[in-house]
């Protein structure tokens, strides 16, 4: 049975009794005492006493003896002597916390650091592109060190793998076009042009781009995620000091195989979402599978095709460059495994865009 | 249940990991107030028996109680007062690694009492200058400690709340002789200052000569002696001859006469 902490103050003397533990104290040590009129702590009626205890013991005796003499301590068992004496050795003088208020000058600062530290991610991440491409450069002179092995599995792990996914995104997003489209276009009597809608939008813009968000969703996590607990393990320490480079060996294939297989990814969103577009007129606009292919072939130029198939390399590259030089940045913790891992998704998916938005404006100055 | 009483029982604990059976009716019996080390090769599951002990483990089969009270059937709501009277630290330290040190060693305060801020700040910082960690390093994630420094870490957030047992599970593998000497010292000072009873998983024939009331060796699946380290002497087992009269043994029992 517990009993409770009490306090009893008769003349110089400050009497506690009761068990002084953990669960009921912060009355003890936060209790008001008259400074100056106590010579002595009497503890003689204490029964159980912790570290809590014998802290509040130690903060009532520094609290009273202020600056001036302190009062004496009677009544303590060996043990809680013992335990005193501990508390009193390692008890901090001054228990105040200083407390620090954000100012104007400090978030601007947080901002200055911030900004200077984007930059430095930008030009270190252009370097390890530098390094990357100079690796794969080396890698076609030495054919023989190129990791086939390697590559072929990332392009399962990357492409095959990720074939469904892709394909029922792409599906659905030619559903969707259609759909909202027919809406519109039924209005001015203009349903055949649901066509043109589906096609120019899919080829040269949705297609690879879903496709590439999906993939810097699926790989480039993962690329950040593997390569990271490679760096928590130290294994690639271990490579390195094999001789073994770790950009050959871990970086190039899952970026030749993303470089690879982002086309054929984009390719099978193309195909996918053209079919599910051309059901969803044939089922809402009574577009007949043979008038839409009979429009698509006669009326969508070819470069629709081919300026969105020639921006799936570059995005391959973006999404695998981000993932594995963000896996590469993973310090000892777990924590810092999984913040970059979320900011390779993210940062891949908004390069991935950004790059979108520059191609668009370079093939409207050079006209396709 | 009286002084006399271990406060620690464990009566034909059996537990598997699939066809593979780490312990096959083990016993142990743990004094209040003593420090006993248990000992034994890899994979004799010693730290097996920390975490069935503890409750992280559901046993085969056997009891086990703690306080008197059983571990496995015991209701929830008791159980975690049962929780509340020991601490354990794991192997690395196992801190939090979203919190800081302070937070650290503030988690079972919070979790398990309500205390002011103010109270639970003046009662970490006490810990953790108690296990020996500079003031700086309150404010410190885990990540930036060394591992020294993430063992008393663990060790402050072990002793939170002044429990009445502690289980160390390896404390002083991975860290320098001269860390590894200090840790034996600050467990042997906390538990004369507090009255611990401590459970300590270890390897560490220094530590054993050092700080250990009693030892208990796991081999093949059970007990196979339990004793004073010059007890440990006499038993004729191949593994326990092999591992308290081998060189490393003999060093250290060179290194206690000597000191």
């Not at chain 2, 069935?52 to 159980?79: M, N």
Request: net charge neutral.
């Amino acid at each position: 049975m517990t009993r409770h902490p009490h306090i009893e103050i008769a003349d110089d003397t400050m009497r506690l009794s009761g068990d002084m533990l953990i669960s009921d104290i912060e009355g003890i040590a936060g209790a008001n005492v008259p400074s100056g009129t106590i010579s002595v702590i009497d503890i003689t009626q204490v029964g159980r006493m912790d570290t809590a205890g014998a802290w509040a013991v130690v903060s009532l005796e520094r609290r009273i003896g202020g600056g001036g003499s302190k009062p004496m301590v009677t009544g303590a068992s060996q043990a809680q002597a013992g335990l005193l004496a501990t508390l009193r050795e390692h008890m901090p003088q001054d228990a105040a916390v200083p407390s620090h208020k954000i100012s104007v000058a400090d978030r601007l600062e947080a901002f200055g650091r911030a900004t200077t530290r984007a930059a430095h991610t930008a030009i270190a991440m252009t370097g390890f592109l530098g390094q990357v491409v100079a690796t794969m450069f080396g890698l076609i002179l030495h054919p023989k060190r190129i990791r086939w092995i390697a590559i072929v599995h990332h392009m399962q792990q990357v492409g095959l793998n990720a074939v469904p996914i892709v394909s029922l995104m792409a599906f659905l997003i030619g559903v969707v076009l259609a759909f909202q489209g027919a809406a519109q276009l039924r209005q001015f009597g203009a349903e055949v042009f649901v066509v043109d809608l589906i096609a120019i939008s899919i080829l040269r813009e949705l297609g690879v781009l879903l496709t590439a968000i999906i993939v810097a969703g699926r790989s480039g996590s993962a690329f950040t995620a593997a390569i990271g607990a490679m760096k928590m393990r130290e294994e690639i320490d271990a490579m390195k000091t094999l001789g073994v480079d770790p950009i050959t060996v871990l970086v190039v294939p899952r970026v030749l195989a993303l470089i690879l297989m982002l086309p054929v990814l984009g390719l099978i969103a193309n195909v996918s979402g053209l079919i599910g577009g051309a059901i969803m007129s044939w089922i809402e606009l009574g577009v007949s599978p043979s008038v839409f292919k009979a429009r698509f072939v006669s009326d969508t130029d070819v470069w629709h095709f081919g300026v969105g198939m020639i921006k799936a390399p570059f995005f391959a590259l973006i999404i695998g460059i981000v993932g594995c030089y963000e896996g590469m940045q993973v310090k000892g913790d777990t924590e810092s495994l999984g913040e970059l891992t979320s900011v390779s998704v993210v940062l891949s998916i908004f390069l991935v865009i950004a790059a979108d938005a520059l191609f668009s404006i370079f093939f409207e100055i050079v006209g396709v | 249940m009286t002084m006399g009483d271990p406060i620690i029982s464990v009566r034909g604990l059996v537990t598997r990991f699939g066809t593979h059976t780490v312990h096959d009716g083990l016993d142990l019996d743990v004094r209040r107030g003593e420090i006993i080390g248990i000992v034994g090769g890899s994979g004799t599951g010693k730290s097996v028996l920390l975490r069935a002990v503890v409750g992280l483990l559901k046993p085969a089969a056997g009891e086990i109680r703690v306080f008197g009270e059983s571990v496995r059937d015991t209701p929830e709501l008791q159980y975690r007062q049962l929780r509340k009277r020991w601490g354990v630290m794991f192997q690395g330290g196992a801190l939090f690694s979203s919190l800081n040190v302070q937070q650290n060693v503030e988690a079972p305060m919070r979790e398990q009492l309500d205390l002011s801020p103010q109270t639970r700040a003046a009662l970490a910082a006490i810990k953790v200058r108690m296990v020996g960690l500079p003031e700086n390093a309150l404010g410190q994630m885990p990540s930036e400690l060394s591992g020294g420094m993430r063992k008393r870490a663990g060790f402050a957030r072990a002793i939170a709340l002044d429990p009445e047992i502690v289980f160390l599970d390896e404390p002083t593998a991975g860290l320098d002789p001269i860390g590894a000497a200090a840790f034996d010292i600050l467990i042997a000072q906390l538990r004369a200052a507090l009255g611990l009873t401590v459970f300590f998983v270890t390897h560490d024939l220094d530590s054993l000569h050092a700080i250990c009331d009693r030892i208990a060796v796991l081999a093949e699946g059970r007990v196979l002696a339990t004793g004073t380290m010059a007890e440990m002497q006499q038993i004729d087992h191949p593994w326990v001859q092999a591992y308290f009269k081998g060189p490393r043994a003999r060093a250290a029992l060179v290194q206690k006469r000597t000191a």
